[in-house]
């Protein structure tokens, strides 16, 4: 069990160099050796706080994470959808290039791919989940509703293929009308 000397403090300014380092030279060319000359700390350090790099960016990410999806309770699907993009207070945007690039570099880093779908993912997958369960629960959406195991798809794919198709960042006034004009009517409503 790794024992925490870092202040909660110190730790979130250790995940905020992480985030820009990995923004500036990628996953695969970021180092530890790096990492703890960036934040002015030894690697002992980070490997008492940390089993490695793919762990110490999954937590990084989630640190950076705006709210959990599961506390957004608005009373409607709708309104619970348009806060998680207000929330998300422009996060979305400054870091959509980089967790393509890190999409790409789970595909030959299969231990960031685990840290990523334990720390991050899972946890978002979750908290949707949770979403749309309430949204069932207030009778609002069908439980047998085709489209509702495609929302984490629909989201995801919006997340990608937005900046391929317009060449621009992906940013709250798309999401709004892209969760209104598809992901809300794929669900019937």
């Not at 403090?9 to 530890?32: F, S």
């Amino acid at each position: 069990m790794r024992r925490s000397r870092l202040t909660p403090e110190r730790e979130a300014e250790l995940y905020e160099a992480v985030l820009v380092l990995l923004r500036e030279v990628g996953y695969d060319a970021m180092t530890m050796d790096a990492i703890a000359t960036r934040t002015h700390c030894s690697k002992a350090t980070l490997y008492r706080q940390w089993t490695g790099k793919p762990e110490l960016v999954a937590k990084a990410l989630r640190h950076n994470k705006a709210v959990d999806l599961a506390d957004i309770d608005t009373g409607s699907l709708r309104g619970d959808f348009h806060e998680m993009v207000r929330m998300d207070n422009g996060r979305l945007e400054k870091d959509s290039a980089l967790m393509r690039g890190l999409i790409h570099a789970v595909n030959s880093n299969p231990d960031l791919l685990e840290a990523l779908r334990h720390l991050l993912i899972d946890p978002e997958l979750t908290g949707l989940d949770a979403l749309l369960r309430r949204a069932v629960g207030r009778a609002e959406l069908r439980a047998d509703t085709p489209a509702l195991e495609y929302v984490p798809h629909m989201l995801i794919g919006a997340f990608f293929a937005h900046p391929l198709t317009e060449a621009q960042p992906i940013g709250p006034p798309f999401l709004r009308r892209y969760i209104d004009a598809v992901v809300l009517p794929a669900l019937g409503l």
